[in-house]
């Protein structure tokens, strides 16, 4: 039996909206992300288990996990040999923290090893977006990239492989704060701006491109300050009870940034020092989280999706 893990992920990463994405890691070493287990079988079978499995269909042909191993063995490699594919669902569905993203990435990776198929690393992402985009109402990769490769991505069509790594402050923590309700990504879609006006375009552009070339040149409180995301946010918020609270308050702890993790609800706070971070989950739990809420505090992860042994 081989396991495949996939971490979960921050899509916009606040100021680059469907562009940028960030993969996490939780300090304390638990798998923030979704399991897919292989092995050789007589016939496919497929199973879903985990705590957030009874949050998914009933049935196999509605979960993204099983559609995959339907697709690959139709399209890609129609010789493999019969597989059990089991999907470990740790992470909420409808979270905005890459939730579809992590199951597809890990099956498909899963799927790649198994077989021996050696698709190349744009291939493979190509066939993840492909899933991604049935269900979130369009096609964008900040959740996928970061997932399958960990890091902070910049990541779109129009970015060259799909995706470039950029660095990041290894002083940056990132507290992650599942308020315990979902919301769906094609509904948080749905309230988005249909168009921007030229000054926003602009200044949306402006902001992206200084964020990533002062990441590049290693100038990241500059960075930091540009993170402000006029896109999502102001017609997304709305629909995250708590958030304008703790976007107000989490930086009178320290916070630098406060802002929404995908299409949300989850948010998160980028600090700069553990201390920090600790007193932002504190108050988290205290006043974002219901009783199946959850808060995490992250490194970005470095690593992607990996086979665990
Ligand atoms: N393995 C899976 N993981 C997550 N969502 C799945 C899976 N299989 C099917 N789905 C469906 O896909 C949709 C994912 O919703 P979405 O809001 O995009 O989630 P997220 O933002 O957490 O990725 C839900 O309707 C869910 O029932
Ligand atoms: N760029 C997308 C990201 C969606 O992330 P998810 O984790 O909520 O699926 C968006 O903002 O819609």
Not at 51 to 65: F, G, M, R, S, V
Not at 143 to 160: D, K, M, R, S
Not at 202 to 218: D, G, I, Y
Request: with cysteine.
């Amino acid at each position: 039996m081989r396991k495949f893990y996939a971490p979960a992920s921050i899509g916009n990463f606040c100021v680059g909206f469907d562009s940028l994405g960030a993969s996490l890691a939780p300090i304390d070493g638990q798998l923030l992300g979704d399991v897919v287990y292989i092995e050789q079988a007589n016939d496919d079978r497929f199973e879903c288990i985990g705590e957030y499995a009874h949050k998914l269909p009933t049935d196999p042909k509605e979960n993204l996990a099983f559609q995959c191993l339907t697709h690959f063995r139709a399209q890609v490699k129609s010789d493999m040999p019969s597989v059990s594919l089991t999907l470990e669902k740790k992470l909420p569905v409808g979270s905005g923290l890459g939730s579809s993203a992590c199951s597809v990435v890990a099956t498909f990776a899963a799927l790649n090893a198994f077989a021996g198929t050696e698709l190349s690393q744009s291939q493979m992402i190509e066939l993840m977006a492909d899933f991604e985009a049935k269900v979130s109402g369009a096609r964008h990769y900040d959740n996928i990239t970061p997932c399958y490769l960990g890091g902070l991505q910049l990541t779109a069509e129009l970015v060259p492989d799909r995706a470039l790594a950029l660095p990041v402050d290894p002083n940056w923590y990132i507290v992650v704060a599942y308020p315990g309700f979902a919301l769906n990504t094609s509904k948080a879609r749905s309230v988005l701006p249909a168009t921007l006006t030229l000054s926003e375009s602009v200044e949306f552009a402006q902001r992206m491109s200084s964020f990533c070339t002062l990441l590049q040149l290693n100038r990241f409180d500059e960075a930091v300050v540009l993170m402000q995301d006029n896109v999502a946010e102001p017609s997304r918020s709305p629909l995250i009870e708590g958030f304008k609270e703790a976007k107000l308050s989490l930086p009178e702890l320290g916070a630098s940034v406060v802002s929404i993790s995908g299409a949300g609800p989850t948010l998160f706070a980028l600090c700069d020092s553990l201390e920090i971070a600790q007193k932002c989950q504190n108050w988290l739990k205290s006043n974002y989280l219901n009783e199946q809420g959850f808060s995490h505090i992250c490194k970005i992860d470095s690593m992607g999706t990996r086979e665990l042994v």
